[in-house]
Every structure is written in C-alpha cells, then in structure tokens.
C-alpha cells in the first residue's frame, strides 16, 4: 500500500474507532450500500448465497437512506461488466457503524456546496462507516417492489441483498 497510504489508513481508524466512543455516533441498525453487477456476476455472486460471506480489506461506506445506495447503482453501472445489468442494495445490520455525515464531505454541512452539481440523491449521504471485516449474506436476493412492480433503476432490475455484519 505504501508508506504514506498505510499512515493515513491507520489514522482514520484510529478516528473512527474514537467516533464509536461517542454514543450519539454509534449505529446499530440498517444501512444501505448500492453497487450495479453483471447480471453473471449477480447470479455467481448473491445466488444461493445464504452463509456466504464477503470479506472488506478496507472501510465500508454506507448510508441511512435507501435512495442513496440507489443512486450509487445507476453511479457504478458503467464498471459492471458487459451484458444486462442488476441494480444491488444491500442492506446491512450493522453492529458498530460510525455516523460520520456532519463531517463527511458528502455530508449535510458541505455536500451541497462542494459537490453542488452531483445528483441530489448523493449530497447528503447520511453517511456511515463500518469497520473493515465481513458481512455475511442471511438472505437470498428478494426483488425491490414499487406499486406491486418490480422497480427498474436506470433500466437495472433492482434487488435488495441482506447482510449481517460479522464483528471480529
């Protein structure tokens, strides 16, 4: 990694795990991450994948609201791979996330003037942060229904992925 990304790597997990002190910080509940797959890759992936686990070498950046992990979908299609594309959510019950909006650049205090151009769904992320580690799938893909239709997000059929947060 070297030097110099090894040092701030250290530090911002040194600061995050002095956030998780601060109960008002602490986040033991759902939150939301939004990524878009090659429909193969979706299927090798999170198909009968109840007891898999996938594992995080680095920080898991989440959200509060389902619309911002919808919104980073359409954001990732273009590196999902060739073919039909899925549109994830994962919704991971976290056990020790770090609500870190108010000084996320991506937060209620500068995403609207920093990122001012950026889709309205992405400014104000209500970020959260969870540890590097695993997160182990409890649920096999179920489709995200609006009005009884299976919802489309940029022309990506949309599935919500449930997961755990295993705590080492």
């Known amino acids: 990694m070297g030097k110099f990304a090894e040092t701030g790597w250290r530090h ?10 601060v109960p008002s910080r602490l986040v033991k509940d759902e939150v939301f991450s939004g990524k878009a797959f090659s429909k193969s890759q979706f299927e090798a992936d999170f198909i009968n994948g109840i007891g898999k686990t996938i594992e995080y070498k680095s920080f898991i950046f989440t959200s509060k609201l389902q619309s911002v992990a919808e919104a980073f979908t359409d954001l990732t299609k273009k590196w999902a791979g060739d073919g039909e594309k899925i549109a994830v959510v994962q919704r991971i019950t976290t056990k020790n996330g770090v609500y870190i909006d108010d000084l996320s650049d991506w ?4 995403g609207p003037t920093r990122h001012s151009n950026a889709e309205k769904a992405i400014q104000i ?27 489309t997000i940029n022309g990506m059929k949309a ?5 755990i947060e295993v705590v080492n």
């Open 107 to 110: 937060g209620k205090n500068l």
């Open 12 to 21: 911002a997990k040194e600061g995050f795990d002095e956030l998780r002190k």
């Open 125 to 151: 992320q209500e970020e959260v942060v969870l540890k590097p580690g695993l997160l182990k799938q409890v649920a096999e893909p179920v489709p995200i229904m609006e009005n009884g239709i299976h919802k």
């Open 159 to 163: 599935y919500f992925i449930d997961f």
